[in-house]
């Protein structure tokens, strides 16, 4: 028998989502399952939408009860982490990866680690290539360590 875990049940949810793509012709941060995306999540069409991919994964992934609700802005889930102490040094599959502006120290992109050795993660609004966090699609790749913060927020605890 297998044992399916939260993180395995994640990460299988969140690749599941590798064909979303921005409608380019209709400008960025827009499309039909882009603005799905971010109407899940109360925001607004246009907008920056990895933090809204993010936080539906964790809705969806914990049936409407993440401890991390549903955002738009990867500072709120920053500042959230740190309140709650749920900031690692020791990064897991199945933590959120932040980007930080070194200049401000605020989180401006946000993904799913799905390897922590070699570092790859899964993030909504980013490129194939993993340098843009205003890209144009679900994407998975390798990330550096330079610029991350890691949130290790609570995971149930029985086998799903």
Same mark, same amino acid.
């Given at each position: 028998?297998?044992?399916?875990?939260? !993180?395995?049940? $994640?990460?299988? *949810?969140?690749?599941?989502? %590798?064909?979303? &793509?921005?409608?380019?012709? /209709? #400008?960025?941060?827009?499309?039909? &399952?882009?603005? %799905?995306?971010?109407?899940?999540?109360?925001?607004?069409?246009? !907008?920056?939408?990895?933090? @809204?991919?993010?936080?539906?994964? $964790?809705?969806?992934?914990?049936? #409407?009860?993440?401890?991390?609700?549903? *955002?738009?802005?990867?500072?709120?889930?920053?500042? *959230?982490?740190?309140?709650?102490h749920w900031m690692? /040094?020791?990064?897991?599959?199945? !933590?959120?990866? $932040?980007?930080?502006?070194? %200049?401000?120290?605020?989180a401006h992109h946000? #993904?799913? $680690?799905?390897?922590?050795?070699?570092?790859?993660?899964?993030?909504?609004?980013?490129?194939?290539? #993993?340098?843009?966090?205003?890209? !144009?699609?679900? +994407?998975? /790749? %390798?990330?550096?360590?330079?610029?991350?913060?890691?949130?290790? +927020?609570? &995971?149930?605890? @029985?086998?799903?």
């Amino acid at each position: 028998m297998n044992v399916v875990t939260f !993180d395995d049940r $994640l990460l299988y *949810l969140a690749r599941s989502f %590798a064909f979303v &793509r921005e409608a380019q012709t /209709h #400008g960025q941060n827009r499309g039909l &399952r882009v603005e %799905a995306i971010q109407h899940w999540s109360s925001g607004q069409t246009g !907008d920056s939408w990895c933090c @809204e991919w993010a936080t539906m994964m $964790l809705d969806i992934a914990f049936n #409407g009860g993440s401890p991390i609700p549903r *955002l738009q802005a990867c500072e709120d889930v920053h500042s *959230l982490a740190i309140e709650k102490h749920w900031m690692t /040094h020791t990064p897991a599959v199945g !933590d959120l990866v $932040l980007s930080i502006d070194p %200049a401000t120290n605020r989180a401006h992109h946000v #993904g799913i $680690l799905t390897s922590s050795s070699p570092l790859v993660s899964i993030a909504g609004n980013t490129s194939a290539d #993993g340098v843009s966090s205003n890209g !144009d699609g679900v +994407y998975e /790749h %390798a990330i550096s360590l330079t610029n991350k913060a890691f949130v290790h +927020y609570p &995971r149930p605890q @029985e086998k799903l």
